[in-house]
């Protein structure tokens, strides 16, 4: 059983896509970019849109303006269109009931983060909520893990879990000899979690208590 569980936070506690994707329509089409199709949108929930969104982008437009312009949609209310998964403040609360110490480890910037995982009404679990900074100076699940184990007093690896749907959670865990458990019921592509080399991929919320070694969550 670990003592610490770090959470990404969209595609694992909440189902943040339709926020996101808006917000990313609207700066394409403010920006003059041309849409992209329903599986390539998909692809780019999760990492950090400065590292994913610069083969997209047509010669003469600016990242920044693109991340700019969805930023300002975003924080204007698209950012609270999301919704815990079903089941994950049950899970949540059976981990802190057995005596885990839990954070947020996400690649949202911070300033984000925080209000969104209050809005879930999930801010009573975590111990700290860590994210990218607005300038993207923490701008890899690496930097952002790092931040969070900080926080949290740098615990030994081996007491520490990730729990995460993209690969970039995995290998941002394993820069710090951290494991991560897979949340397959998130954003990642068939096989991209085990790939990255995650320790287990559980497919809904409710399979985690058992793969972190817990009982299950109880009935509320």
Same mark, same amino acid.
């Given at each position: 059983?670990?003592?610490?569980?770090?959470?990404?936070?969209?595609?694992?506690?909440?189902?943040?896509?339709?926020?996101?994707?808006?917000?990313?329509?609207?700066?394409f089409a403010e920006c003059g970019v041309p849409p992209l199709d329903p599986d390539t949108e998909r692809s780019l929930?999760?990492?950090?849109?400065?590292?994913?969104?610069?083969?997209?982008?047509?010669?003469?437009?600016?990242?920044?303006?693109?991340?700019?312009?969805?930023?300002?949609? /975003?924080?204007?209310?698209?950012?609270?269109?999301?919704?815990? /998964?079903?089941?994950?403040?049950?899970?949540?609360?059976?981990?802190?009931?057995?005596?885990?110490?839990?954070?947020?480890?996400?690649?949202?910037?911070?300033?984000?983060?925080?209000?969104?995982?209050?809005?879930?009404?999930?801010?009573?679990?975590?111990?700290?909520?860590?994210?990218?900074?607005?300038?993207?100076?923490?701008?890899?699940?690496?930097?952002?893990?790092?931040?969070?184990?900080?926080?949290?007093?740098?615990?030994?690896?081996?007491?520490?879990?990730?729990?995460?749907?993209?690969?970039?959670?995995?290998?941002?865990?394993?820069?710090?000899?951290?494991?991560?458990?897979?949340?397959?019921?998130? /954003?990642?592509?068939?096989?991209?979690?085990?790939?990255?080399?995650?320790?287990?991929?559980?497919?809904?919320?409710?399979?985690?208590?058992?793969?972190?070694?817990?009982?299950?969550?109880?009935?509320?």
């Amino acid at each position: 059983m670990p003592s610490f569980v770090l959470f990404d936070l969209d595609g694992t506690l909440s189902d943040s896509a339709p926020g996101i994707l808006a917000s990313l329509r609207h700066a394409f089409a403010e920006c003059g970019v041309p849409p992209l199709d329903p599986d390539t949108e998909r692809s780019l929930l999760g990492p950090p849109f400065y590292t994913s969104l610069p083969p997209y982008l047509p010669d003469g437009v600016e990242l920044w303006d693109v991340i700019d312009s969805y930023r300002a949609y /975003y924080r204007a209310g698209a950012m609270y269109d999301t919704a815990a /998964y079903p089941g994950v403040a049950e899970v949540v609360a059976a981990v802190r009931d057995a005596g885990v110490t839990m954070a947020v480890a996400t690649s949202k910037p911070e300033a984000q983060a925080v209000p969104i995982v209050e809005r879930l009404g999930m801010a009573e679990y975590f111990t700290t909520v860590g994210g990218d900074l607005d300038d993207g100076s923490r701008g890899t699940k690496a930097l952002v893990v790092q931040e969070v184990l900080r926080r949290l007093g740098d615990p030994a690896p081996d007491t520490v879990v990730m729990v995460g749907d993209r690969e970039h959670d995995v290998l941002g865990a394993r820069a710090h000899g951290v494991a991560t458990i897979g949340a397959g019921w998130g /954003y990642g592509t068939p096989g991209e979690l085990t790939a990255a080399g995650a320790r287990v991929v559980c497919a809904a919320p409710g399979d985690l208590p058992a793969a972190l070694g817990l009982p299950g969550p109880a009935p509320r």
